[in-house]
C-alpha cells in the first residue's frame, strides 16, 4: 500500500517521456516529408555534454541522428529538442 503513491509517480513520468516521444517523431517526420524524403532511418543520439554537431546539451535536451539519401548522396539532418526556441535543426 505505501508504494501506490512511487508507483503512481513512476506511471505519469512514464506518459510524459511517450507524448514527447510523439512529438518528436512527428517534428523528424514533418521536417523529412519538407525535404521530399520518405526512407530515413532516425536514431537518438547520448552525450555528456556535446552531442554530433551540437557542442551544448543539457538535461532535458534530446538529440536525433537523421540518415537518408537523396540525390543519390547520403545526408544527415541533427535535431536538437528541449530548447525554448523550438527544435535546432543541422544538415550536413
Given at each position: ?11 505519469i ?9 510523439a ?8 521536417k ?21 554537431p551540437?557542442?551544448?546539451?543539457g538535461r ?20 536538437k ?12
Amino acid at each position: 500500500m505505501q508504494y501506490i503513491g512511487l508507483i503512481l509517480i513512476f506511471a505519469i513520468v512514464a506518459v510524459i517521456n511517450l507524448i514527447f516521444y510523439a512529438g518528436y517523431k512527428r517534428k523528424i517526420e514533418e521536417k523529412m516529408m519538407e525535404l521530399g524524403v520518405f526512407d530515413y532511418d532516425a536514431s537518438r543520439q547520448w552525450g555528456v555534454f556535446t552531442v554530433g554537431p551540437f557542442k551544448w546539451v543539457g538535461r532535458g535536451q534530446s538529440v536525433y541522428k537523421i540518415a537518408y539519401e537523396k540525390d543519390g548522396h547520403y545526408k544527415e539532418l541533427w535535431v536538437k529538442f528541449g530548447t525554448f526556441g523550438g527544435p535546432v535543426w543541422k544538415e550536413f
